[in-house]
């Protein structure tokens, strides 16, 4: 099975007592970890921003109470992307969940280092004085309910044994637990993608986003052609209008295509620049709006067509099917706007 994040042999390991898994006897159903992480993989991959699936090292009691961890989990805890704990006093109390712990975060290079790939999922409450030094800095997400005047706690479930008011809490927070998974993954992907060479890969200049629309937007079209392309600004410009020229051309010289997604306020491309880019996204350009910019240019496609549709033709490079807006007077206009 192919892993989803490049450089590692895992996406996530589970470490957990084996205890806070157990049914009561002659109980088919699943313990409460296994059904998590059944539960964990079918939602995050879900939200994998490319097509793939996670690969996640759970191992279901192999390992004997006194024995000391196996090469085989050793190895996989340290070759994993990140590490989901389910924290519990159980947890502390198990030799094997503390070798895991420490493998990971050397492998990780350091507490430091671990902290942003480790995520909890609170079991039980456990007091902050026993939380490990790996784990001070960590809020995690809690999956047990405390009562409010006697104080004593249960763990979250979606079944019949649990109130309906419990069960709702249990999927919020897996749907939260979900979101923030998919998210270190998917940047986790997007760092070990950029790092890798490309020197085979087109550039597709993806011009600064206007505001949170057109931001959100380019988030997403640099997520879908990342793995087929290069995205380039890879870095961000000096904002001295010299050095910002400077370091524009070398880009714009790369790039094959230019892209310029528009928000509410229009482009933030400096007037000095627009005649330099104009000529070069002349008839390969993505709006949303109107722009005071680049108004209704020749070669600028409106945003009519589907989304999945838009994205498919800048991955292409080649963009069929789409019809540039054209008026009598655009030329003229454009070259008084972008007059300086």
């Excluded at 006194?66 to 502390?92: D, E, G, H, K």
């Excluded at 790996?134 to 999956?143: K, S």
Aim: aromatic share 8%; net charge positive.
């Amino acid at each position: 099975m192919t892993v989803y994040v490049p450089g590692h042999e895992y996406d996530a390991f589970v470490s957990y007592a084996r205890d806070n898994d157990k049914t009561d006897v002659g109980d088919d159903t699943s313990g409460w970890v296994t059904t998590l992480e059944q539960r964990v993989e079918r939602l995050v991959n879900g939200q994998l921003k490319v097509d793939g699936k996670v690969r996640i090292f759970f191992d279901r009691g192999s390992i004997a109470p006194n024995a000391p961890l196996t090469s085989t989990i050793a190895n996989a805890v340290q070759r994993s992307a990140i590490l989901l704990v389910v924290f519990s006093p159980r947890y502390l109390n198990r030799p094997w969940c503390d070798q895991e712990r420490e493998h990971f975060t050397k492998a990780a290079g350091g507490v430091t280092q671990a902290q942003p790939r480790i995520f909890l999922v609170h079991f039980d409450e456990v007091p902050l004085k026993r939380y490990p030094a790996e784990f001070r800095e960590l809020i995690g997400i809690e999956f047990y309910y405390k009562h409010p005047v006697e104080g004593w706690t249960a763990e979250l479930r979606d079944d019949d044994t649990v109130r309906d008011e419990l069960k709702v809490t249990y999927n919020e927070r897996l749907r939260k637990l979900r979101h923030h998974l998919a998210q270190t993954l998917n940047q986790m992907r997007r760092t070990a993608t950029s790092a890798a060479p490309m020197v085979d890969k087109p550039a597709v200049f993806l011009a600064e986003p206007t505001d949170r629309v057109s931001r959100k937007l380019r988030q997403e079209i640099e997520d879908t052609l990342e793995t087929r392309i290069r995205v380039l600004p890879s870095k961000n410009y000096d904002r001295g209008l010299e050095a910002y020229q400077t370091a524009l051309d070398e880009d714009l010289k790369q790039a094959v295509l230019f892209v310029q997604v528009l928000g509410e306020a229009g482009s933030v491309v400096r007037r000095k620049v627009c005649p330099r880019v104009a000529k070069v996204c002349s008839g390969n350009v993505l709006r949303r709006r109107t722009s005071p910019c680049f108004g209704a240019a020749p070669g600028i496609c409106r945003w009519k067509k589907s989304r999945r549709k838009t994205l498919a033709t800048i991955s292409s490079l080649q963009p069929p099917g789409w019809k540039p807006v054209r008026s009598p007077n655009s030329k003229r206009r454009l070259r008084k706007r972008l007059s300086v």
